[in-house]
T-cell receptor, first 115, second 115 residues
Framework: AQSVTQLDSQVPVFEEAPVELRCNYS??????LFWYVQYPNQGLQLLLK??????LVKGINGFEAEFNKSQTSFHLRKPSVHISDTAEYFCAVRNIETSGSRLTFGEGTQLTVNP | DAGITQSPRYKITETGRQVTLMCHQTWSHSYMFWYRQDLGHGLRLIYYSAAADITDKGEVPDGYVVSRSKTENFPLTLESATRSQTSVYFCASSESLGGGIHEQYFGPGTRLTVT
C-alpha cells in the first residue's frame, strides 16, 4: 500500500512570489506521481504527472515538479504565482504494478494568492 | 454535452433515507471511480469499476452500493444515509488502453448533506 503526505495544509503567498507545495510519499514499490488542481466549486484537473525519464516535469499554467526518489518527494513549484492560481492542490500516487489507474491522494494544500 | 457529468449537484436528505448519486460520461472510458472529499482527508476512493458489470471496493466502501450496467453510467447509492456520509462526492473516469497511463477526468461533484 502507498500513502501521500502533503506537508502544508495552507500556503498563503503574495502575487508574483515563488511558491513550493510539498509532497512526500511512502510506497514499497515504484509509483507514478501526479499533481491535480481543484478550483472553487469544480472537480479536479491534472496539472502534471511523472511516469519515468527526466525527474523534472513541466505541467500546465507554468507549474513544474521534481521527482526525488531518494527523498520520496514530488514537490510542486511555480516561480511567479497569479491570483488565478488560488486553488486546492492535490498530490497523488499510483502503484506501477497495479492496473486500473487507482490513485491515492494526499490531503490537499490550499494555495491562496494575495494581491 | 461531452464529458463527465454528475447529478444532482446538491442534495439534502434525512438520516435513513436512500439516495442515489448519478454519474455519466460520454467518452466510453473503461474505468470509473467514486471518491468522497472531506476536510483533512483529501479524496478517498469509495468504489471503482474496470468495465460494465465489474466493480470493486476502494478504501471506504461501507454504506455504499454501486452498479454499472452500462459503460457510460456509474451510479452510487447510499442505502440508508448517515450523517457521517455528509460530504462532496466526485465521480471520475479514465481510459486504459494497452497498459498506458491515462489521467482521470473528474466530474464537478455532488455536495450531499445528511440531516
Amino acid at each position: 500500500a502507498q500513502s501521500v503526505t502533503q506537508l502544508d495544509s495552507q500556503v498563503p503567498v503574495f502575487e508574483e512570489a515563488p511558491v513550493e507545495l510539498r509532497c512526500n510519499y511512502s510506497s514499497s514499490v515504484s509509483v507514478y506521481l501526479f499533481w491535480y488542481v481543484q478550483y472553487p466549486n469544480q472537480g479536479l484537473q491534472l496539472l502534471l504527472k511523472y511516469l519515468s525519464g527526466s525527474t523534472l516535469v513541466k505541467g500546465i499554467n507554468g507549474f513544474e515538479a521534481e521527482f526525488n526518489k531518494s527523498q520520496t518527494s514530488f514537490h510542486l513549484r511555480k516561480p511567479s504565482v497569479h491570483i488565478s492560481d488560488t486553488a486546492e492542490y492535490f498530490c497523488a500516487v499510483r502503484n506501477i504494478e497495479t492496473s486500473g489507474s487507482r490513485l491515492t491522494f494526499g490531503e490537499g494544500t490550499q494555495l491562496t494568492v494575495n494581491p | 454535452d461531452a464529458g463527465i457529468t454528475q447529478s444532482p449537484r446538491y442534495k439534502i436528505t434525512e438520516t435513513g433515507r436512500q439516495v442515489t448519486l448519478m454519474c455519466h460520461q460520454t467518452w466510453s472510458h473503461s474505468y470509473m471511480f467514486w471518491y468522497r472529499q472531506d476536510l483533512g482527508h483529501g479524496l478517498r476512493l469509495i468504489y471503482y469499476s474496470a468495465a460494465a458489470d465489474i466493480t470493486d471496493k476502494g478504501e471506504v466502501p461501507d454504506g455504499y452500493v454501486v452498479s454499472r450496467s452500462k459503460t457510460e453510467n456509474f451510479p452510487l447509492t447510499l442505502e440508508s444515509a448517515t450523517r457521517s456520509q455528509t460530504s462532496v462526492y466526485f465521480c471520475a473516469s479514465s481510459e486504459s488502453l494497452g497498459g498506458g497511463i491515462h489521467e482521470q477526468y473528474f466530474g464537478p461533484g455532488t455536495r450531499l448533506t445528511v440531516t
